[in-house]
């Protein structure tokens, strides 16, 4: 959704906010104001200083010294770099509603699944989350667990997972190659005792070992 060069401008903003461009941060006009955030809006008149307050109701200032700020950076810029970075976050706040809203994603944690509606094998099923920057789906506790499964259970269509059986230890292990620390293996799974290198999720949110090309919904994460 964003560009690279997106990235790097929210990453310089972020620093620099926390520098000193949050407490001269005068509002984006049109823009409404963010809980949390100071906007023209919340301002009324107020010094912005005076306006400013922390959880506790103290006074939060601006620091005294900037040891840590990046040294050459006009002020201009660097409150430009903050409503870029206010705007896109509101922006994709609202985008995060839409998706929300349609049933497109769902989240977990820090965790966004969700799913192109295909059933394919399991390698073809990895290749369009990784072309699309994310991974398939890989359960790490219960709560990622249901959340997949709620994904399952609307297509009533089995998933391959983000985990496959080691060539030599026979061991079960997420894509990046660690060790699976959560199952949630059917009884008496798994027992492909080799043969069945995948793992696909039932619709009651069980793990079976299976064999790797079978058509099974694409699920991932990001
Ligand atoms: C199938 C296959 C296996 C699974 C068993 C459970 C017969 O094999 O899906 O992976 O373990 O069913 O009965
Ligand atoms: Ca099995």
Same mark, same amino acid.
């Given at each position: 959704m964003l560009s690279y060069s997106s990235y790097m401008l929210i990453a310089a903003a972020a620093l620099l906010v926390t520098c000193n461009a949050l407490p001269k941060y005068p509002g984006i006009p049109g823009l409404p104001s963010i809980p949390g955030l100071p906007g023209r809006d919340n301002l009324k008149g107020q010094t912005r200083l005076s306006g400013l307050r922390g959880a506790s109701g103290s006074l939060v200032r601006p620091p005294v010294k900037q040891l840590t700020c990046p040294q050459g950076l006009p002020n201009s810029l660097n409150t430009e770099l903050h409503k870029v970075l206010v705007n896109l976050k509101h922006r994709l706040s609202r985008l995060k509603g839409?998706?929300?809203? *349609?049933g497109n994603i769902r989240e977990v944690g820090e965790k966004i699944l969700a799913t192109n509606g295909k059933k394919v094998d399991f390698a073809s099923a990895l290749a369009s989350c990784e072309e699309a920057r994310g991974t398939l789906a890989t359960p790490m506790n219960e709560e990622e667990n249901k959340a997949i499964l709620g994904i399952v259970k609307k297509y009533n269509r089995y998933?391959?997972?983000g985990i496959k059986e080691g060539e030599d230890s026979g061991q079960f292990k997420y894509l990046n190659g660690m060790h699976v620390n959560y199952t949630k293996w059917h009884q *008496?799974?798994?027992?492909g005792k080799r043969t069945e290198k995948c793992v696909e999720m039932y619709t009651d949110g069980s793990w079976n070992d299976k064999r790797c090309n079978l058509p099974r919904l694409t699920i991932c994460e990001f």
């Open positions: 839409v998706l929300v809203l *349609n998933a391959y997972l *008496n799974e798994p027992n």
